[in-house]
């Protein structure tokens, strides 16, 4: 008899000393006051409680066999209040009730409350035997049928609330209840050792180390909360592109329209003057959604590189003639320094490259009212690749001192007063930034307000492989062409025949795939015009289509609002054989026809 309360006592204490640690690692870490939370600690205290009584007990029984029977009466005490809080800890976790107790949840706790302390009434009520140290007895018996009785139907409620459960957890919960049930089986047949008690620190243990542990569940609430920010910020950047494909497409009109009236000669003067006005705002909310547009894509981190070999400098003279008809009623002189050193072709990214040759070179135009902007590319051969210089210097108001450090930050506008009637959006030198950095590159700037400031970027561009075919530059040799344009919006279609007017082409039109197959069908044509975002068959699934009727000498340009930094590279690999990107320009679509 002495060596089983040896044996319990040493268990006892081995168990101890785990729930104590266990508690101590639970308390020292950031946990979270959930309510199944609060039902676990409670199961654990009153483990501990269990385990303390069985250490105390062994020891008094070791000098007083008679007590026996009161000593089996508080451990089964114990098991019942043990189950009872099992019950309301599964009770909670699989009806997810999280912080506080609801009103559901306070009437079953209550009803738990009375069952439980009637049927301890009931056991204390039961004669005890003192044969042996947990004695086999009615008790017992009373004891072991409720514990499985409430077992089963902690099996049944889980079961009805399966789906609150995840897979990983109902598998633990089940080894936790197969545990319980074995418990109480081999006790009934060894009921001089204590089992019990001791199975219930290794139930807390698997509870506490796959449902319950603090660190799981913070990391469950970050996960839970990284998604959630996540899906926010995806419907973010998705509403963002969206909003921008659905601004381009009548700013396209807007801007082709303006421009075709501007080149009217029988435009009345005064009148001319608005529609430059229209037209100038159009390029500046053009500007402003391709800065929202390319802040988007750094933040959902979708700004990626796409190589192909190009002309660094003719892409930076397309920017710097663009912004030539901004100045032309200003008193600006705009140079270009290209050093010898910069390659004639590099491969790199074009469309990365031309954002920042863009922000730089309208930055200085918008804050200088006069002087000179002196623009210059350099470059140095670090290893195989180009390291690039591009500098831009001007005239212009400067930059206070005080103020240069908020430059390079979202949304940071400054010298606010000054800058009053100039529109911008403070993302143009974060773009740049991030842009230069993207290429293994780093910004640069100084600046004296009322004297000029100079911002340069240094980006990383590769050695073109590959020889490019020189350009037929001249765009005016245009030889008469048919054309096909494919669109649904008939706005956009007016605004390439306005602006083709007096081009030696022939225009047929069409208003979604169908319509553009079957014409392809029975008629020849040099060059197709096709948009993307059409009802019916989009673009690219008319491309297919295309494709397959065989045409010879064919050539199908994509003509889409779609318009982010990659949009070229993925209309080429579709099998287009260029883009256009709305809105355009009459140069654009000449260049397009004399290519
Ligand atoms: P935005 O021009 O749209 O306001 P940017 O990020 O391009 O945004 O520029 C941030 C601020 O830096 C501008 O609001 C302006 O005050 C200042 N800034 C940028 N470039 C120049 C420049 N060349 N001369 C004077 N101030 C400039």
Same mark, same amino acid.
């Given at each position: 008899m002495v060596i089983y309360l040896i044996i319990n006592i040493t268990s006892g204490i081995c168990f101890l000393l785990i729930i104590l640690i266990l508690l101590y690692d639970f308390y020292s870490k950031k946990r979270l006051n959930r309510l199944e939370n609060r039902y676990f600690l409670f199961l654990t205290y009153i483990n501990l409680f269990g385990l303390i009584l069985e250490i105390i007990l062994s020891i008094v029984l070791i000098y007083n066999h008679n007590l026996n029977g009161i000593f089996s009466k508080l451990i089964y005490i114990y098991y019942l209040i043990f189950v009872a809080n099992l019950f309301l800890y599964f009770y909670a976790l699989s009806n997810k009730i999280t912080l506080k107790e609801n009103k559901k949840f306070k009437v079953v706790r209550k009803k738990i409350s009375l069952i439980f302390s009637f049927l301890i009434y009931i056991l204390l009520c039961f004669e005890v035997s003192d044969s042996n140290i947990f004695s086999l007895t009615d008790g017992s018996y009373f004891a072991y049928f409720c514990s499985m009785v409430t077992l089963i139907i902690i099996i049944f409620m889980l079961r009805k609330n399966v789906n609150n459960i995840s897979k990983k957890n109902s598998f633990i919960i089940l080894i936790i209840l197969t545990l319980g049930f074995l418990s109480v089986v081999v006790q009934f047949y060894f009921s001089n050792i204590l089992l019990i008690i001791p199975v219930h620190t290794i139930v807390i243990l698997l509870i506490y180390f796959s449902l319950e542990n603090p660190d799981l569940k913070l990391i469950k609430k970050l996960k839970t909360a990284q998604k959630k920010a996540e899906n926010a910020s995806n419907a973010k950047s998705d509403f963002l592109s969206n909003m921008s494909h659905e601004i381009r497409t009548p700013l396209n009109a807007i801007i082709g329209l303006s421009e075709a009236m501007i080149e009217n000669e029988k435009i009345d003067n005064n009148l001319l003057e608005d529609i430059e006005n229209i037209n100038e705002a159009s390029h500046l909310l053009l500007e402003i959604i391709g800065n929202v547009l390319d802040i988007n894509k750094i933040e959902s981190r979708k700004l990626k590189i796409n190589n192909v070999n190009y002309s660094i400098q003719e892409e930076l003279f397309k920017i710097v003639n663009i912004n030539k008809e901004k100045i032309k009623n200003k008193d600006i002189e705009i140079s270009v320094n290209i050093n010898k050193n910069v390659p004639k072709y590099l491969y790199g990214d074009p469309a990365l490259v031309k954002t920042i040759f863009t922000n730089y070179i309208s930055n200085a135009v918008k804050y200088t009212k006069k002087g000179k902007i002196i623009i210059s590319l350099n470059s140095k051969k670090v290893d195989n690749e180009y390291l690039i210089i591009f500098m831009v210097e001007d005239t212009g108001m400067g930059i206070k001192k005080s103020n240069q450090d908020k430059l390079f930050k979202k949304f940071s506008r400054v010298n606010l007063k000054e800058n009053i009637n100039i529109e911008g959006t403070g993302l143009g030198l974060v773009i740049v930034k991030t842009i230069s950095t993207l290429l293994k590159g780093e910004v640069e700037f100084s600046s004296l307000e009322n004297k000029g400031s100079i911002f340069t970027s240094y980006f990383v561009q590769g050695k073109s492989n590959k020889k490019i075919k020189e350009k037929a530059?001249?765009? +005016?040799?245009?030889t008469k062409k048919d054309i096909l344009v494919v669109d649904d919006n008939l706005l956009n279609i007016k605004v390439l025949k306005r602006m083709l007017e007096n081009v030696d082409v022939n225009i047929t039109e069409a208003n979604d795939g169908y319509e553009c197959l079957e014409i392809l069908k029975n008629n020849k044509f040099d060059l197709v015009f096709l948009d993307i975002m059409?009802?019916?068959?989009?673009g690219i699934e008319t491309l297919k289509k295309i494709k397959k009727l065989?045409?010879?000498?064919i050539k199908v340009i994509a003509l889409t $609002?779609? $318009?982010?930094? +990659?949009s070229k590279g993925k209309y080429l690999k579709y099998g287009f054989d260029d883009y256009q990107a709305k809105p355009y320009k009459k140069e654009d679509i000449l260049k397009k026809l004399s290519d």
């Open positions: 530059k001249k765009l +005016n040799i245009i059409m009802p019916g068959i989009n065989k045409l010879n000498k $609002a779609d $318009a982010t930094n +990659n």
